[in-house]
């Protein structure tokens, strides 16, 4: 199977080239991703835990899904792939806003992305699929930025800071 590939952009996410996902986390270099929020009608947030066999982060928590847009793919339509992927629904999400972060990770890859945040509504229970996600469950947004303080070192390290940079956008 063909490794997934990135797509490499400038600050203004203009495309300037593709690479293997590996790669571009290993060279630290800027590209575009997406990070999906969905909330149900009582205004929490749908989290999710990692699978354990995850080649980072594993069993940590994080938004409701995440990934990378695939060459000639939206910001939306590759939401809505990654949400069926992962967590086994489609519902309709909005981009909300976008920003350029840089987190390393202790393996020596790095997420440079320029960030697509959307969100959505759904009241229905995930079929997830394990070989991406190991739990979910729902919590309001206040709820988990009280637990991110107490305890940070059960959420992923771009989930933290999607959350502090989006967290007025998130807020309906």
């Known amino acids: 199977m063909k490794e997934e590939q990135v797509i490499l952009v400038n600050e203004k996410d203009e495309k300037i080239g593709l690479m293997a ?34 080649y980072h982060s594993p069993l940590l928590w994080t938004n409701t899904c995440c990934s990378h847009q695939r060459d000639g793919e939206t910001n939306i339509e590759a939401g809505k ?26 393996n020596g890859l790095t997420e440079h992305e320029l960030d697509h945040v ?30 991110m303080i107490k305890r940070p070192e059960i959420y992923t390290e771009w989930f933290k800071i999607i959350f502090d940079n989006s967290y007025s956008s998130l807020q309906s």
């Not at 069926?84 to 390393?104: H, L, N, R, W």
Request: net charge negative; with cysteine.
């Open 81 to 106: 792939r990654r949400l069926q992927e992962e967590m086994g629904f489609v519902c309709d999400i909005k981009e909300v806003t976008s920003f350029i972060y840089k987190a390393p990770f202790d």
């Open 21 to 54: 996902k590996m790669e571009a986390h290993e060279k630290a270099l800027l590209h575009r991703a997406f990070s999906v929020f969905i909330f149900n009608d009582k205004n929490e947030l749908m989290l999710q835990q990692r699978a354990a066999h995850k």
């Open 118 to 147: 959307m969100v959505g509504n759904y009241d229905g229970s995930p079929i997830i699929n394990d070989e991406e996600v190991e739990s979910f469950k729902w919590m309001t947004l206040e709820a988990v930025k009280i637990d």
